[in-house]
């Protein structure tokens, strides 16, 4: 059964003809005959009495009624399938980082849902290292991360750069600098985040470029976690400048700059895969984030 099939055993009904219903739905009079054989076949029943004029059986009568209700709703769905298209509407489930959730997704989503308030946002927040995945097996739909990878079966969008900043608690030794040097931090006490996070992988790298070992005196699981730590002067951190801002401006932490991690700026980008379909929502979300300016995403300092 197909929805062309009804509209020509609608047509007939309203007709009583062959030639009739023929000429209304432009086709030859064999293919309406053909179309109404094939339901007749299919149901196994007779719908229509073929003697003149063409009338409907019982079984015709209560074919067309529910005929008439599968078209009503086939009709309905392409209303609001126009809809969306002109209204975009859904469910976007979006992997992030804890300190992107916090810090950088309160702006962008604030914003969105204003312009879009019938899309509805689920943040789901992980490890960096679990993001990439998570979007590769389709248990979320976009991930919001630092752009460490790339893979082929992953579309990747960057959408503004950071840095990673040495910051200590105002009662540190260090927090009346502005500039320190690189040799410097082989004297500190160090809070890192757990292993396996983009942040620590470039932290491992600068450690390791400079040529000496930490001194870690703590490992936490999240950005979070290491400010609240570092901010009762439990030891110093190097930490995403776009997560310290709140911090900064309330004056709980102290940002000292070392040459060699300023040097080095790291993507944070959108991934998603690049098969899979996009909703009208998903679509105008990518669109957004891919149209907003670094400023957007970052705040002001």
């Known amino acids: ?24 739905l432009n086709l030859t009079q064999p293919a309406v005959s053909a179309q109404i054989k ?29 005929a008439v209700e599968i078209l009503n709703i086939v009709d309905e769905l392409k209303q609001k399938l126009s809809d969306m298209n002109e209204t975009p509407q859904g469910h976007i489930q979006l992997g992030t980082t804890t300190s992107i959730a916090m810090q950088v997704l309160p702006r962008v989503l604030s914003y969105f849902q204003n312009q879009f308030p019938l899309i509805k946002t689920s943040i789901h ?4 290292s679990q993001i990439m995945s998570s979007v590769e097996s389709g248990l979320i739909d976009i991930g919001i991360t630092y752009l460490t990878d790339k893979k082929p079966t992953l579309e990747t969008s960057v959408l503004y750069y950071d840095t990673f900043e040495l910051v200590v608690a105002p009662e540190h030794p260090l927090a009346n600098k ?36 930490p001194q870690i005196v703590m490992e936490l699981t999240s950005s979070e976690e290491v400010k609240r730590m570092v901010e009762i002067n439990l030891g110093a951190a190097i930490i995403s400048k776009s997560s310290i801002s709140n911090e900064l401006k309330l004056g709980t932490l ?26 009208t929502a998903l679509q105008q979300f990518l669109d957004d984030l891919k149209g907003m300016s670094e400023s957007q995403f970052l705040g002001s300092e």
């Open 178 to 213: 502005r500039h320190t040097s690189a040799e410097s931090l082989k004297d500190l006490s160090f809070i890192m985040i757990s292993p396996g996070s983009a942040g620590r992988r470039f932290m491992d790298q600068i450690f390791k470029k400079l040529n000496f070992t």
């Open 125 to 128: 927040s992980m490890p960096s």
């Open 38 to 66: 094939s339901l007749e076949d299919e149901f196994q029943t007779v719908l229509i009495d073929r003697n003149q004029p063409i009338t409907l059986t019982d079984n015709g009568h209560l074919f067309i009624e529910h």
């Open 1 to 24: 059964m197909n929805i062309n099939q009804l509209e020509t055993l609608i047509a007939l009904s309203k007709m009583k003809s062959f030639r009739k219903a023929g000429d209304f």
């Open 254 to 279: 102290k940002m000292i700059q070392v040459d060699e991690l300023e040097a080095v700026s790291h993507p944070v980008g959108v991934i998603y895969k690049s098969d899979r379909y996009l909703s």
